[in-house]
DNA sequence: TCACATAATTAGTTAGCACTAACTAATTTG
DNA sequence: CAAATTAGTTAGTGCTAACTAATTATGTGA
């Protein structure tokens, strides 16, 4: 019945990972998660003073999670190629598996309300670019000579959010890891063809 | 002072696409969208019955507009491979005009709360992913033969959302058409490149 | 076993929200 | 110009949210 508190914590902010992926996280209120791990609503501000405060732990545990993720796919075994691609499906996996993670990144509270939740997701997908750059850099044979491994890693950031945005407009109805190998496998091809005329360039308006 | 009500709604549907870009449409209220015209708060819902009815005409605003300006550059001159690119712009372009568009399809309102909003900008999304399609079909220099048109459009329209996501995370600091631009090209040179090895498949776990 | 720290409760407060009822003033129309 | 229509107002309801004060129960170390 009574617990200590780190792990009062950790049940809290398990809860609201919960919630958020169910019920969006803008109208997750105090009664919901006390609801959730069977307490009274002002027993959730004796752990947290505020409900940023909250939001602050919850990010502080997605962006854990996250660089262990990437970490588990950096140290592994294997050449740049392999873990770039094993690294973009570990994303998918994660993002799938959680979903709580791009409820949040779409949320009201972190797009206009809560700065510090802003910036620690916007350094989360930067840390993700750098990754890939990198891979990008070191596996000659990921990228074409001529092709800037910023600007394309970019472009395999954007493939990862741009689909997995539609995974949410969708209803999560097709499964994102296996669309996203399919879609990175046509990207890699292309990043790594030998230079291909730009035919499309020039008269855009 | 009083005015017809067919140019008061329109006057509320603009009020509501300000003030959606600038502190979010989840916490948009009917006081603030009456204050921004000078009115009081019930007189908003003489002419919305309910506050679903003002973001199902805000969508329908968003839709036409967004149509207009895909029509604008596919009725234009020049070939497939130059109307993908301004199209592509064109949508970058208005995306950056209307931070509204970007707000709402982030929203809380569109992601839980509101199916009507929701399919109506899915429904969005896949006609430009319609119109990408077609014209990689039809310009055969846009994409060398053996890339399925639907998953590089695909591609093209995760790079659009993919980008806007970054856009908004970074609180709108660069130049979403511009960004756009150099992106789409390095994407366009890939998928039109001759067939080049994807070095990167396989060992993805 | 008894004091002490702390987890949790009960019972509020304050504020903001969507929405309604009843009424008033302006505009249009016969 | 009178009657009907319609755009707008004032005042208020009911609800739900975050957060607080005071108090009670629970586990722990001397």
Redesign the interface.
Known sequence: MRKPAPQRKREIVGAVLDLAAK?????LTMQAVADAVDLTQPAIFRHFPAKKDLWGEVARSIAEDMTQCWQGVLCGA?GP??K???L???QLSLLESRPAIL?I????EL???NAHL?RI??GL?MQFHGHLQGLLAD?R??A?AG??PV??A??I???????A??W????RTFSLAGEG?????????????????????????
Chains 1, 2 share one sequence.
């Open positions: 019920g969006g996280p803008d109208r294997g190629e392999e770039l691609a094993a973009v499906s570990a409820a990144v779409f949320s009201h797009q206009f309300e802003r997701f916007h997908m596996g044979s990921c074409r092709v800037d600007d394309a970019f472009l950031v954007a493939l990862v959010q741009g689909l945005l539609r949410s407009l969708t209803g190998r399919r879609l990175l496998e046509l990207q890699l091809a292309g990043l790594n063809a030998p230079a291909g005329r730009s035919t499309c360039e020039g008269t855009a308006r």
